[in-house]
């Protein structure tokens, strides 16, 4: 097997196979330019006679000869078909095997239904406009035998060649796939140069975000809120047997069940049962409130209207009873009211409202510019796509051309 002939670029292919090729193509070339023109001027001579038709027809059919004039209706529509069926076909500017063949395969169906239509109409109109159908007749076959000349030559000779011809409009194709990769090319280098600034002003962004929510009263808020948030779960675990207890005293006194419970106590029962830590810490010192509420409910459970279950019951009041006589809440509750203090001095401070109106501030632009980041970067996949598109496209051409090029000259070519 020969070694193929290596090329770097698409024009040097392009020369070498002009070189190559001149005297294939350009006879055949030559040869298809004079039949398009003779076909072109056949069908312009039929598209004259055919308004001939028109014309002599119209003027028979204004003299009203009653005797000529279905005969010259009937013509005079033929011939407007002629002439409308002739207005659509246009003879290709650029020859190529596949524009003449199509030019062609156009003429063939106008010649077919005229065929039809002068076989069917031509004998009605007997004996009646002879001279003008015998002069439509021989324009008519003189295009015809063109036609046939134009046809053998496409199929016979043209198609020859439609190989080697295919070749040069793909290496045309790939000119223009490789114009376009350029551009693409171009625009994914210009998107990521436009990536780059926004992924860096993102990083400050939330350096300086991190920097403002580990900065004094913010991060000393931080570790308070920890504190209290243990603080509450431990809170929950010490008032844990009063859960179904309180749930059921709920229930008793928002039924009218008699229960004693005023509408603030229900209030505190709720901030018991769901946030034990804010319900202590808003307590007076010794949280009488919670022991009005405790004492209610002993009686409550002394009189079974809770419906407890003894086991529950039990522990209810062994808890009952370490709150009421052995004020086992009493250093939680200090520790409560300290955090809740602490917290609520970290809230109110300039210093930390200026910090949060400076992590809006920052949030909101990181916010906007991590949009800006995904727009790009959906664009930058869209024309991340275009370019691998083209970077294939160009490789099946590159293939199509080297296959081409030796089924035409039997020559191996390798297009790099």
């Known amino acids: ?19 190559q090729t001149a005297s294939i193509l350009s006879p055949v070339h030559a040869q298809a330019k004079k039949l398009r023109d003779e076909m072109n001027f056949t069908m312009q001579g039929i598209a004259e006679v055919s308004r001939m038709l028109l014309d002599n027809s119209n003027r028979e059919i204004e003299r009203r000869n009653m005797k000529v004039y279905n005969r010259a209706r009937a013509l005079n529509k033929l011939a407007h078909l002629f ?15 596949d524009s003449l063949s199509k030019y062609a395969q156009e003429i063939q169906k106008v010649f077919l239904v005229n065929d039809i239509d002068i076989k069917n109409w031509f004998p ?20 015809r035998q063109t036609y046939g000349n134009l046809n053998d030559f496409i199929t016979k000779e043209y198609i020859k060649t439609k190989t080697l011809e ?41 350096q300086k975000i ?18 209290i948030e243990t603080l509450n779960c431990e809170l929950k675990h010490s008032l844990r047997h009063f859960q179904k207890p309180f749930i059921k005293m709920q229930a008793l006194a928002t039924s009218g069940g008699g229960a004693g419970v005023t509408p603030d106590e229900l209030t505190k ?7 034990p830590f804010e319900a202590l810490a808003t307590e007076q010192t010794g949280y009488p409130a919670l022991k009005e509420i405790l004492e209610k409910l002993t009686n409550l459970m002394a009189e079974d209207k809770l419906k407890l279950k003894d086991e529950k019951a039990r522990k209810a009041e062994q808890s009952i009873g370490e709150v009421l006589k ?77 296959k081409d090029v030796f089924s035409s000259i039997s020559i191996r070519i390798q297009i790099a």
Do not use: C
């Open 124 to 143: 009605r109109i007997s004996p009646f406009f002879i001279m003008d159908r015998r002069k439509f007749l021989a324009v008519y076959e003189k295009a």
């Open 210 to 227: 991190a920097g403002l929510k580990t900065k004094g009263p913010i991060d000393n808020l931080n570790v308070i809120n920890a504190e």
């Open 83 to 97: 002439v409308d069926r002739l207005k659509k076909l246009a003879a290709p500017e650029e020859i190529s095997y």
């Open 326 to 402: 052995q004020d086992s809440l009493q250093k939680l509750q200090l520790k409560s009211v300290e955090l809740a203090k602490v917290r609520d001095e970290l809230l109110v401070s300039a210093q930390l409202d200026e910090i949060r109106r400076n992590l809006s501030t920052f949030m909101d632009q990181l916010e906007q510019l991590k949009g800006r980041k995904a727009s790009i970067e959906t664009h930058r996949a869209v024309k991340e796509n275009s370019y691998n598109e083209a970077i294939d496209k160009i490789s099946n051409l590159k293939r199509s051309i080297e």
């Open 166 to 206: 295919e070749a040069f409009q793909l290496l045309t194709e790939l000119q223009n796939v490789q114009k376009q990769l350029e551009t693409i090319s171009a625009e994914r280098d210009q998107i990521k140069s436009e990536l780059t600034p926004v992924e860096k002003e993102i990083v400050e962004l939330e």
């Open 269 to 275: 029962v709720t901030q018991y049962l769901e946030k």
């Open 1 to 19: 097997m020969s070694e193929a002939l290596q090329f770097t670029s698409t024009g040097e292919v392009k020369r070498w196979l002009e070189t």
